[in-house]
């Protein structure tokens, strides 16, 4: 029976077939085809993962804490049976009267809520809400940190004094336009009926933000720098890490748009609330 014959292929030493020989003559060819091929598929992986990297929220501003000299006293105006009733003007004066006060203002019903509703994108049934949910209270600033313990002592127990505490100034003023509150293990808001927000969740939140007109940058405050921040200004709090939820700051072009990026994502999964910081 007849049969086909095939051609054979070797790369024996008795022949040299035409591939070896081509290799040979181009090495230096495929060297460089070789370390192309290296380079691009490190730029490939590089720049998929600068690419990553870029669209996640970036870490607090590294500078220092601005000092805790802030404190707000609570007014006693009403008979109550747990403070002396007096007057705003009376407590006021007690409180221009103590040395280690740099300043103090009192700020009326009418301020408290005019600020709410100014920087609130949620909660305007609050709005409705008469003196009892928006107080009058004086707020002061020491001249030292530690002159807190001193004025406590000084107004504790006085005519229309209630209670005085430290006040926490925001630390993203003047570093952010917006702040994102996300769902936290210790939250009760409707919002977060479904627990705490989820990383996949927050990454959401984050990329609808840099959708937005004019976001230029979105810091992510996270459960240890919260922390770190109320133990800074309300050391009287007793918080753990896990009181303290995650927060999105954002920094925009121009701070009018800030309100329209808020309300773009307070619907979303893993959204507590949103403020706009003034």
Request: proline share 6%; hydrophobic share 40%; aromatic share 8%.
């Amino acid at each position: 029976m007849p049969y086909e014959k095939f051609d054979e292929l070797s790369f024996g030493e008795e022949r040299e077939p035409w591939l070896q020989t081509w290799v040979t003559a181009h090495r230096w060819m495929l060297s460089i085809a070789v370390a192309t091929a290296v380079v691009l598929a490190g730029l490939g992986t590089g720049g998929w993962y600068l690419h990553r990297q870029s669209l996640l929220p970036s870490p607090p501003p590294d500078v220092a804490l601005p000092p805790a000299v802030s404190f707000v006293v609570e007014l006693c105006l009403k008979k109550n049976s747990n403070c002396t009733t007096g007057t705003i003007e009376q407590a006021a004066e007690f409180v221009r009267g103590i040395p280690e006060v740099a300043s103090s203002v009192v700020v009326t019903h009418e301020e408290r809520l005019a600020r709410f509703s100014e920087t609130s994108l949620t909660g305007e049934d609050l709005l409705k809400n008469g003196d009892g949910l928006w107080p009058a209270e004086i707020e002061g600033e020491l001249r030292h940190t530690e002159d807190f313990e001193v004025v406590k002592r000084q107004l504790t127990g006085e005519p229309g004094v209630a209670t005085v505490s430290r006040y926490s100034r925001n630390f993203w003023k003047g570093r952010a336009d917006l702040q994102v509150n996300l769902c936290g293990l210790s939250r009760l808001s409707p919002a977060c009926r479904n627990g705490a927000g989820t990383e996949t969740q927050r990454n959401a939140v984050v990329a609808r933000l840099r959708e937005q007109s004019g976001v230029n940058k979105v810091f992510l405050e996270d459960p240890a720098f919260g922390l770190r921040l109320s133990r800074h200004y309300q050391p009287e709090y007793y918080l753990t890490i896990n009181d303290v939820p995650e927060r999105l700051y954002v920094r925009l072009d121009d701070p009018a748009k800030a309100r329209a990026a808020g309300q773009a994502v307070l619907a979303m999964p893993g959204v507590e609330s949103a403020s706009l910081i003034k």
